[in-house]
T-cell receptor
Framework: AQTIHQWPVAEIKAVGSPLSLGCTIK??????LYWYWQATGGTLQQLFY??????VESVVQLNLSASRPKDDQFILSTEKLLLSHSGFYLC????????????FGPGTRLTVL | QEKVQQSPESLIVPEGAMVSLNCSFS?????SIWWYQQHPGKGPKALI?????GNKKEGRLTVYLNRASLHVSLHIKDSQPSDSAVYLC????????????????FGKGTKLSVKS
């Protein structure tokens, strides 16, 4: 069975500080990987996707970057947090293809003060 | 850019009621429509999807898609308190990788409360 793990569960960070969020998928090789963001009371938005190691495409510009250093790992980061980065960050995976279901992880709650 | 609108914003029903949730979208070239359920502080979980015009039934869930009117609805029969959650409509479009990925555009959701 496939499992998706996100870390940390929650973070409280200061404006201007760096951030790194992680996601690991176990039990599935070469999945598509996605990062989503949901502001409090807002709509879930796709930020990045990756279909293979080392390749990441940006969907929405939010002064964030993403990397896929291993087949089963997806990292979201920034060198300088903004207040507007607060929210709920979700990692998701799917099989290859445009009709594939996306499976979401448990999420990371980020509060920027 | 695809726009997804959901209604109502929130809904309170008694246990056993039929629930109807609505979703309208802007692009007729969308590939498929997904309904996700999200509990507070958790990631969304897919419930049902539909690609073709018409309806699809799975257990207590029925989804209706009308591409001409760019409208999809989800109906939950015999609602239970455990159905209380936010229901998200998501429209899937082909991504930018030549069919290798999908771009999901979500609506804001409908918050459902089922009272026992």
């Amino acid at each position: 069975a496939q499992t998706i793990h996100q870390w940390p569960v929650a973070e409280i960070k200061a404006v201007g500080s760096p951030l790194s969020l992680g996601c690991t998928i176990k039990g599935k090789s070469s999945p598509n990987l996605y990062w989503y963001w949901q502001a409090t009371g807002g709509t879930l938005q796709q930020l990045f996707y990756s279909i293979t190691v080392g390749q990441v495409e940006s969907v929405v510009q939010l002064n964030l970057s993403a990397s896929r250093p291993k087949d089963d790992q997806f990292i979201l980061s920034t060198e300088k947090l903004l207040l507007s980065h607060s929210g709920f960050y979700l990692c998701a995976w799917s099989l290859r293809g445009e009709y594939a279901e996306q499976f979401f992880g448990p999420g990371t709650r980020l509060t920027v003060l | 850019q695809e726009k997804v609108q959901q209604s109502p914003e929130s809904l309170i029903v008694p246990e056993g009621a039929m629930v109807s949730l609505n979703c309208s979208f802007s692009d007729s070239a969308s590939q498929s429509i997904w309904w996700y359920q999200q509990h507070p502080g958790k990631g969304p979980k897919a419930l049902i999807s539909i690609f073709s015009n018409g309806n699809k039934k799975e257990g207590r869930l029925t989804v209706y898609l009308n591409r001409a009117s760019l409208h999809v609805s989800l109906h939950i029969k015999d609602s239970q308190p455990s159905d209380s959650a936010v229901y998200l409509c998501a429209v899937s479009m082909r991504g930018d990788s030549g069919g290798s990925n999908a771009k999901l555009t979500f609506g804001k959701g409908t918050k459902l409360s089922v009272k026992s």
